[in-house]
């Protein structure tokens, strides 16, 4: 299927919020101009439409990106004289390169899609998934699609559109979503329900900053299970909140006079500890709807697989490695054995024979030659 950046667009004003979803800050080491500078950049180059090659090709390419910037504001941005600006800005800007790289040509695609028209209709399902070896790649588009999906869907829907329901598992694995906020906040209006999953509220934390407290405050019903992490059970514990027991309080007085006195108690006590956090058995959670909360445990459900998990788009995108050749040893033949040679014995006062090599027939061995013994002339 066929996507492209540029046919998400309906405003020219749209092409900075599309870069905005893709050039987020990785860490915090790098300051708000080496990310705000790619996407005022990216966000020009999309206004000349073109498609996901085309991109790649600007961004490989810096005198093509200095000649589309040429004239307009953005050139002192990446302007040579200073060459460590420059260059840290190209290289934020080559960052998506490949993520873009991933995607199909219109001749390879069988049909198109974008999040502009499937708002219209909001017919069937999406499911957006990757492999864990490309995830890190398709981290960039992945965050796109969500957040262009998102801002599509803030508006209300007409009376012939129905809700949309977005599942966002596993939500510390995206980059910054910008428009999740502006959903999660505004989610009355569009009526869209929003199902959040994440391990615990440090990695929200982490990537939306403050945002994260106005954002988990939202949700209606939550769901917890066990975590052993004592920063994370104390933070369930207090979200489940709190409840005030009344003890009737009796004293004995004993003396001249014996006596009770009742008294009442008021505490204000944690409803569930954060060690009953950490304790939960496997498959048990707490749930909490408004003033209501309920503990609760579930089965996992054997759903048979009718339909593949995930289906592969090119097989050409595989490295294909030629078999290395062997090189053949040869083997060497085993050597002869030696046949010992017989020395006649020779006597003391005799004189020694000087061994004398004859001109016989070579043995089969060419490294060997027959000697003889012989008297000395």
Avoid: C
Avoid at 238 to 247: C, D, F, L, Q, Y
């Amino acid at each position: 299927m066929h996507w492209g950046p540029s046919e998400e667009l309906v405003r020219r004003a749209e092409a900075r919020t599309i870069a905005a979803s893709l050039f987020q800050p990785t860490n915090e080491r790098k300051g708000e101009f080496f990310i705000e500078s790619p996407q005022k950049i990216f966000a020009h180059l999309l206004l000349d439409l073109p498609t996901p090659q085309q991109l790649v090709n600007w961004m490989s390419h810096p005198e093509e990106i200095d000649h589309r910037v040429k004239n307009t504001e953005l050139a002192s941005l990446i302007d040579p004289s200073a060459s460590q600006q420059r260059s840290g800005v190209l290289g934020s800007l080559s960052l998506i390169a490949d993520s873009f790289r991933l995607l199909p040509t219109k001749e390879e695609a069988k049909s198109e899609w974008t999040a502009r028209e499937w708002s219209k209709e909001r017919k069937g399902w999406i499911f957006i998934t990757s492999q864990p070896a490309e995830r890190e790649a398709l981290r960039p588009l992945h965050s796109l699609w969500i957040d262009m999906l998102v801002l599509r869907l803030l508006s209300a829907p007409k009376p012939e559109q129905h809700p949309v329901w977005f599942v966002l598992d596993e939500l510390a694995s995206l980059q910054k979503l910008p428009q999740l906020h502006t959903a999660i906040t505004e989610n009355r209006k569009s009526r869209n329900p929003i199902v959040l999953g994440f391990q615990g509220k440090a990695q929200l934390e982490v990537i939306y900053g403050h945002l994260a407290e106005v954002m988990l405050s939202q949700p209606a019903t939550k769901i917890f299970l066990k975590t052993t992490e004592p920063n994370a059970a104390e933070w369930v514990s207090r979200a489940i909140g709190k409840v005030e027991i009344e003890r009737m309080k009796e004293t004995h007085f004993d003396g001249s006079r014996s006596f009770r006195n009742f008294s009442l108690d008021r505490q204000t006590e944690p409803l569930v500890l954060d060690s009953e956090i950490s304790g939960l058995d496997n498959l048990h959670a707490y749930l909490k709807h408004g003033n209501y909360v309920a503990r609760f445990s579930f089965s996992v459900l054997d759903i048979p697989a009718t339909k593949l998990k995930f289906i592969e788009r090119l097989k050409d995108d595989y490295i294909v490695r030629e078999p290395k050749k062997e090189t053949p040893v040869k083997e060497t033949p085993p050597p002869e054995p030696s046949v010992p040679v017989a020395v006649p014995a020779v006597d003391a006062a005799k004189p020694k024979p000087t061994p004398v090599v004859k001109a016989t027939k070579k043995s089969p061995d060419k490294n060997q030659t027959e000697l003889a013994f012989g008297p000395r002339i």
